[in-house]
């Protein structure tokens, strides 16, 4: 079954930075790539996802890339703001839509002010 | 967008008493639901899929005679916890899956969670 790895699992930058998360997965048949941002106390909210037929995707400070031959793809976070800290999840779903999403392990950001 | 509502968000219960949470699709209809469980700055891990009008089925591990699901609608899912003991003091987050556009795949929508705290 699919396995997904996700680096690093604490980041802390400052604001105005870049942060970047990595995840890889081992089923090549994976087609769809989501990222989740998790508040405390909250379930996990979408915030971009990509699909295997293109290679990257923009949404204003948000851009997810996606390498299908090395099986890894991240999450790129520009001009950080401090509500930008929350757990972020990578996740991989094989290309049967019955199947489930396998999620990453989470990335804590922490955006210092 | 898709919304999925999720009730309570926090409950307190004795020991050995049973807590049931709802998991409601709000403006689309859900054949199959989802249940996880989050611990403490750990992932999601999934416990159970529902599916509508049949048996859940569970991942392994999950007692299923513990982790009761219902999913009598296309609109609710429930899960109660059985005989609850503080080791089932946990995360449980539900999501559902809007209906595909032009049959991809897309995301799961998810509730907000539930802190069950067992005491």
């Known amino acids: 079954g699919e396995n997904v790895e996700q680096h690093p699992s604490t980041l802390s930058v400052q604001e105005g930075d870049s942060a970047v998360i990595k995840c890889t997965y081992s089923?090549?048949?994976?087609?769809?790539f989501p990222w989740y941002k998790q508040e405390l106390g909250k379930g996990p909210q979408l915030i971009i996802d990509?699909?295997?037929?293109?290679g990257e995707k923009k949404d204003q400070r948000i851009a997810v890339t996606l390498n299908k031959t090395a099986k890894h793809f991240s999450l790129h976070i520009t001009e950080t703001q401090p509500e930008d800290s929350a757990v972020y999840f990578c996740?991989?779903?094989?290309?049967?839509?019955?199947?489930?999403?396998?999620f990453g392990p989470g990335t804590r950001l922490s955006v210092l002010p | 967008g898709a919304v999925v509502s999720q009730h309570p968000s926090r409950v307190i219960c004795k020991s050995g008493t049973s807590v049931k949470i709802e998991c409601r699709s709000l403006?689309?209809?859900?054949?199959?639901m989802f249940w996880y469980r989050q611990f403490p700055k750990q992932s999601l891990m999934l416990m159970a899929t529902?599916?509508?009008?049949?048996?859940?089925?569970?991942e392994q591990g999950v007692e299923k005679d513990k982790f009761l699901i219902n999913h009598a609608s296309l609109t609710l899912s429930t899960l109660t916890v059985t005989s609850a003991h503080p080791e089932d003091s946990s995360f449980y987050i539900c999501?559902?899956?809007?209906?595909?556009?032009?049959?991809?795949?897309?995301?799961?929508?998810f509730g907000s969670g539930t802190r069950l705290t067992v005491v």
């Open positions: 999501s559902a899956r809007p209906p595909t556009i032009r049959g991809l795949v897309g995301g799961y929508t």
């Open positions: 089923d090549s048949a994976s087609n769809y």
């Open positions: 990509i699909r295997s037929n293109v």
């Open positions: 996740a991989a779903t094989p290309r049967n839509y019955g199947q489930n999403f396998v």
């Open positions: 403006d689309f209809q859900a054949t199959t």
């Open positions: 529902s599916n509508e009008g049949s048996k859940a089925t569970y």
